[in-house]
């Protein structure tokens, strides 16, 4: 089945409000911002990091102006030293492909391993802009909603604060 099937199936399932937004494929915020997405929607980046044995996966979730700092960050999170997960395991955890990185990914986490770390900066947004494991939509929800379907898909959730 369509990975965007798949999520819309499950936002619907759960009675969540949404908004679709169809787009050609886009690989950078910079794309989004030249087809206009970032006026409709607060868009996420969303990076798959691991800790130093491979052992904890997290993604972590941020307003696309902020940048993340891993080593700042694994000290909130209580984490060895973090980097950027291979596609590899990006495919094996989450379900996803480079470019298709969202917290929706959770739904392919049958095993609940990958823990979500949300920027405290989210915390109450009503229009947050996320891929729906496919980089060539947009849905636009709630914070509020976003947590609800990681917290029903079973996966950890942490909150870090990142200034800018």
């Known amino acids: 089945m ?17 908004e679709i937004i169809e ?10 911002d030249n087809l ?10 969303n990076l798959f990091v691991r800790d130093a044995k491979g052992k904890r996966h997290y993604l972590i979730v941020l307003d696309k102006n902020k940048k993340a700092d891993l080593a700042n960050l694994a000290s909130q999170i209580g984490s060895t030293k973090l980097s ?17 990185v969202s917290p929706l990914g959770v739904i392919n986490d049958i095993n609940k ?16 802009g ?8 947009t849905v636009v929800l709630s914070y509020d909603d976003l947590k609800r379907v990681i917290e ?5 959730i942490k909150f870090v604060n990142i200034l800018f």
């Not at 206009?36 to 980046?45: D, L, R, V």
């Not at 950027?84 to 298709?100: C, I, N, Q, V």
């Not at 391993?113 to 947050?128: A, C, Q, S, T």
């Open 2 to 18: 369509e990975r965007k099937k798949i999520v819309y199936e499950k936002l619907n399932h759960m009675g969540i409000n949404y």
């Open 23 to 32: 787009h050609p494929a886009v690989y950078t915020i910079e794309e989004m």
């Open 36 to 45: 206009g997405i970032t006026i409709k929607a607060e868009i996420c980046k």
């Open 84 to 100: 950027f997960a291979s596609d590899k395991r990006l495919d094996k955890y989450l379900g996803l492909e480079k470019g298709a």
């Open 113 to 128: 391993e990958v823990e979500v770390v949300f920027d405290k900066g989210l915390i109450g947004k009503d229009n947050l």
């Open 130 to 137: 996320v891929h729906p494991n496919d980089n060539t939509a």
């Open 152 to 156: 029903d898909n079973g996966n950890k």
